[in-house]
């Protein structure tokens, strides 16, 4: 097979144009962007094909198509896998680590469980937000959904609200975290790509959710309620109905789990060394005293990554009742579910070197040149909008816009190179549909018709799309873009 390969892109490198890069036309260098593209978006969405062998793929047809050699392509497209799964993978699996132990902990029914019992009625809808939120921050979205959806289905029952009014506010909730905030894979590749300071993205990402969460969450969800009303789907109920539900309710609340302070503590563990980390950045960015070295240590990702899950194990997993073999289960169960999404990630960092080394990025920011800091995060989130349509993938979506726009972040300031994180992050919510998986996941769990989740889930994802770009704009209007 790769001695089939490897004669195939001998046979198209004689086809394509033998000049290098820079003597390829502005014209051939924008066509091979689109057909890159194109070739992702027929293999993922006609084909259906993995999105890790698509991006592998297209990066080659568009390395060969701008006249790089095929070993050339081959070479910059292994160069950038490597790179970004060496930054963005790292963090990608410890967060998977975290997230799995807080799960296995009983952490996060401890969070979900004191929050919502100690709200009123009136106020579940913005307490499911807040909930969403919290779980989705460690946690990837449909980890995080399907963790949720218990206590989402057992909310609706016992509150009598409308099953949209429960519902939607922890979805968006937890969509928002996995579109704007790291250390999802999105928002960490287009960081890595980019270049983009972590705990200023990780700010401004937290500042843009929150409008995000609060108008697709509780705003949107009592006219959902109103457009779909179903009722609560029959799952995770006993036997004997509700009093069995109750009991097993009751069972579960009273298994050894850490407490909701211990918990809290270990989500915004790293959340914290991270901003830390930003705010010396800014108040002292030349500094050379001990003081800001500690901060700097501490707040790399990847040593903030590694704190969070050895302080599981105290905060999290030994008051949770897990022991040394419990511990290892956990976090070596944790990383198989995310093989694929590291492919992925990895290589879409490949196609961005691919546009890197045969200056199509440069062309494309000759493009944007003399636009100012708006034009260019509505591009970026035009790009990733479209990408996000036609292949179902916010994550494919966000590294392929990452991909294009790396030109583009050269002369942006650091706060604005964050921004456009988060725009391309917004563009990736946009639209979601029958090809998308979370479509499917939230119309069966939810037991909605395909029309009643286009008028529920997809519509929020607009909405979170519109108004992450919005509030993205808006910082970007008050920093002086």
Known sequence: MITFLSGALRVAAAAAPPAPHPASSEAQLILAAVVGVAVIVVLITWLRI????????GSLVTGLVAGMAADAATTSFITGFGATEGSVGILIALGAMYGKLLADSGGADRIVDTLVSRTSVRALPWVMGLVGAIIG?????????????????????????????????????????????????????AIGALGANLGVTLAFGVLVAIPVIILAGPVFSRFAAKWVPVDVPGLFLGTE???????????????????????????????????????GDITAPNATAEW????????????????????????????????????????????PPIAGILLIVGAGGGFKQVL????????????????NGIGILLLAWFIAALIR??????????????????????????????LLV??????????????????????????????????????????ASVVGLAGTLVIALVIGA
């Open 389 to 418: 349509v036609a292949t179902g993938s916010a994550t494919v979506a966000t590294v392929t816009a990452a991909g294009i726009m790396v030109p583009l972040a050269a002369h942006l300031s650091t706060p604005m190179v964050s």
């Open 422 to 463: 988060l725009a391309i992050g917004s563009g990736s919510l946009f639209l979601s549909h029958v090809n998308d998986a979370g479509f499917w996941l939230v119309k069966e769990y939810l037991g909605l018709s395909i029309p009643q989740t286009l008028r529920s889930w997809t519509v929020l994802e607009c909405i």
């Open 50 to 57: 993995h999105p890790f062998l698509s991006l592998l793929l």
């Open 356 to 371: 890197v080394d045969t200056g199509i990025g440069q062309v494309i920011a000759s493009f944007a040149h003399g636009s």
């Open 241 to 279: 109905g509700d009093d069995d539900e109750q009991g097993a309710a009751e069972a579960a609340a009273q298994r050894k789990r850490p407490s909701f302070a211990l918990a809290l503590i270990s989500i915004l563990l790293p959340v914290v060394l991270m901003l830390g980390k930003a705010l």
């Open 137 to 189: 921050l460690p946690m990837f979205f449909e980890i995080g959904l399907v963790l949720l959806m218990p206590v989402i289905i057992l909310v609706t029952r016992r509150s009598k609200l409308p099953l949209m009014r429960v519902a939607l506010p922890a979805i968006a909730g937890l969509s928002a975290m996995h579109g704007l905030v790291p250390p999802h894979p999105g928002p960490l590749v």
């Open 292 to 335: 800001k070295t500690i901060l700097d240590f501490l707040g790399t990702p990847a040593i903030a990554l590694t704190i969070a899950v050895l302080a599981g194990f105290f905060l999290l997993g030994i008051p949770g009742g897990m022991n040394r073999k419990s511990l290892q289960a956990s976090l070596t169960a944790s990383l």
